[in-house]
């Protein structure tokens, strides 16, 4: 992109569909709130210079500390108002030291969580082309029109319309002087920023066909799939090269469970899975130094780091990460680093699985010396290390499965908790 591109994401509306006390945009998804997700699917764009997130004024704070703390450096966040428009203009206008003239400033719901490069590219170019952009998808439903009594009153051809989906795209200068002519009444009932633009700027909009992964969430029931597909998405699992037999079954559990098995001989930071094998006939040393060492590896995986400072050669060497400085949310100005790893994993935790193949008869000797290596040092934060003991005779099916479950949960209860295959 050799253009500006800027973003506005509102999310200071409580969900009253969804149903439930929490506004579904800070519903967790292992462990993050859903918003997250959607500022990390632009965050992670090198050609984003900064984002906007509209909050309600009381969550400001809260939000701040979380961007903080998943070092999403820039990103600012402004109030929103009582209205949608309302808070999409407070977005813009927080951008007005920045952003200026036919610089692309795209709009998207922060519930959108899927936010596909391809096609916010496609609406960034269109919109700096035109003036103004938006995604379309064709009309899955027939559309009906009811009479004042409740009856049916005429039925659309669903084939002359299309659905208006997120992002848009604009020229600021176009968005701003729409908002600043708009009425109350626009503020109050409007909906559809495409239209405003026409409405007050002459602007027409170029409509481009979007993906059919561009739903966002309003429905409690839509957190299940959005949770399957960002784990689907967003993650990837390294296995350490073992024994061909137990491998493959292992690779088959985690393929029929939807998780992404990483092609990489060696672990990186993108990974959200690792599955390490501790082989049979381990002395108690190796077993102590084999542990060490995941330790150390895992520590190395999760520091915040830089893009430029990662080698991600074939050399099989780790990323030499470095702290990075969390953000100070109280400077007015946007930090414009544009090195910060795109490949990192979003997702929450980490997993470590360790196999660990045992003589059956001396099972519980086992069991308690691998528990004191795991209990020797803490792990990172959000990393969970389980530990899947197995034998010769144990079920492989029964251990792949465990093994693909364990990587999909990725809960905090799985922690230094060993497991017996049978």
């Given at each position: 992109m050799d253009f500006p591109v800027f973003v506005v994401l509102p999310g200071s509306g409580v969900g009253l569909r969804f149903g439930s006390p929490t506004p579904k945009q800070y519903t967790c998804i292992k462990d993050k709130p859903l918003f997250l997700y959607t500022v990390h699917a632009f965050h992670r764009l090198p050609w984003v210079q900064a984002v906007v997130v509209v909050v309600a004024p009381s969550d400001i704070s809260c939000v701040q500390q979380l961007l903080e703390e998943n070092h999403l450096t820039r990103v600012r966040v402004a109030a929103g108002g009582k209205t949608r428009h309302r808070s999409?203009?407070?977005?813009?206008?927080?951008?007005?030291?920045?952003?200026?003239?036919n610089d692309?400033?795209?709009?998207?719901?922060?519930?959108?969580?899927?936010?596909?490069?391809?096609?916010?590219?496609?609406?960034?170019?269109?919109?700096?082309?035109?003036?103004?952009?938006?995604?379309?998808?064709?009309?899955?439903?027939?559309?009906?029109?009811?009479?004042?009594?409740?009856?049916?009153?005429?039925?659309?051809?669903?084939?002359?319309?299309?659905?208006?989906?997120?992002?848009?795209?604009?020229h600021f200068d176009i968005i701003n002087t729409a908002y600043e002519k708009a009425t109350e009444y626009d503020f109050e009932f409007g909906t559809e920023c495409l239209?405003?633009?026409?409405?007050?700027?002459?602007?027409?909009?170029?409509?481009?066909?979007?993906?059919?992964?561009?739903?966002?969430v309003t429905y409690r029931k839509d957190i299940f799939a959005a949770e399957g597909i960002l784990t689907e998405n967003l993650s990837s699992v390294f296995i350490e090269e073992g024994s061909p037999r137990y491998r493959e079954s292992i690779v088959a559990s985690?393929?029929?469970?939807?998780?992404?098995?990483?092609?990489?001989?060696?672990?990186?930071?993108?990974?959200?899975?690792f599955i390490f094998f501790l082989p049979l006939g381990s002395s108690e040393s190796n077993k102590a130094t084999r542990i060490s060492n995941i330790r150390v590896l895992m520590k190395k995986?999760?520091?915040?780091?830089?893009?430029?400072?990662?080698?991600?050669?074939?050399?099989?060497?780790?990323?030499d990460c470095k702290k990075e400085s969390a953000s100070n949310f109280?400077?007015?100005?946007?930090?414009?680093?544009?090195?910060?790893?795109?490949?990192c994993s979003f997702?929450?935790?980490?997993?470590?699985?360790?196999?660990?193949?045992?003589?059956?008869?001396?099972?519980?000797?086992?069991?308690?010396?691998?528990?004191?290596?795991?209990?020797?040092?803490?792990?990172?934060?959000?990393?969970?290390?389980?530990?899947?003991?197995?034998?010769?005779?144990?079920?492989?099916?029964?251990?792949g499965d465990m093994t693909a479950s364990l990587?999909?949960?990725?809960?905090?209860g799985m922690n230094c908790q060993i497991y017996y295959a049978q």
């Amino acid at each position: 992109m050799d253009f500006p591109v800027f973003v506005v994401l509102p999310g200071s509306g409580v969900g009253l569909r969804f149903g439930s006390p929490t506004p579904k945009q800070y519903t967790c998804i292992k462990d993050k709130p859903l918003f997250l997700y959607t500022v990390h699917a632009f965050h992670r764009l090198p050609w984003v210079q900064a984002v906007v997130v509209v909050v309600a004024p009381s969550d400001i704070s809260c939000v701040q500390q979380l961007l903080e703390e998943n070092h999403l450096t820039r990103v600012r966040v402004a109030a929103g108002g009582k209205t949608r428009h309302r808070s999409i203009y407070n977005g813009v206008k927080a951008l007005r030291n920045v952003c200026r003239g036919n610089d692309v400033l795209l709009i998207h719901d922060i519930v959108r969580v899927l936010a596909d490069e391809s096609v916010v590219m496609n609406v960034a170019k269109a919109a700096k082309l035109y003036g103004a952009a938006g995604i379309t998808r064709p009309l899955t439903s027939t559309v009906i029109a009811k009479d004042s009594d409740g009856f049916l009153s005429e039925s659309l051809d669903r084939t002359k319309y299309l659905a208006s989906e997120m992002p848009q795209g604009f020229h600021f200068d176009i968005i701003n002087t729409a908002y600043e002519k708009a009425t109350e009444y626009d503020f109050e009932f409007g909906t559809e920023c495409l239209h405003l633009a026409s409405k007050y700027t002459g602007t027409k909009a170029s409509l481009v066909e979007g993906l059919d992964n561009l739903w966002k969430v309003t429905y409690r029931k839509d957190i299940f799939a959005a949770e399957g597909i960002l784990t689907e998405n967003l993650s990837s699992v390294f296995i350490e090269e073992g024994s061909p037999r137990y491998r493959e079954s292992i690779v088959a559990s985690l393929n029929s469970e939807n998780l992404m098995v990483s092609s990489e001989k060696s672990p990186l930071c993108r990974d959200s899975g690792f599955i390490f094998f501790l082989p049979l006939g381990s002395s108690e040393s190796n077993k102590a130094t084999r542990i060490s060492n995941i330790r150390v590896l895992m520590k190395k995986i999760t520091s915040n780091h830089f893009e430029d400072d990662c080698d991600r050669q074939s050399n099989g060497s780790l990323p030499d990460c470095k702290k990075e400085s969390a953000s100070n949310f109280c400077d007015s100005s946007i930090q414009t680093h544009n090195n910060e790893c795109s490949n990192c994993s979003f997702l929450a935790n980490k997993t470590v699985v360790v196999l660990m193949e045992i003589n059956r008869s001396d099972r519980g000797r086992d069991i308690e010396n691998i528990r004191e290596r795991l209990l020797e040092a803490p792990f990172p934060d959000k990393v969970y290390v389980s530990v899947v003991v197995f034998h010769n005779e144990s079920n492989l099916h029964t251990l792949g499965d465990m093994t693909a479950s364990l990587l999909r949960n990725q809960h905090s209860g799985m922690n230094c908790q060993i497991y017996y295959a049978q």
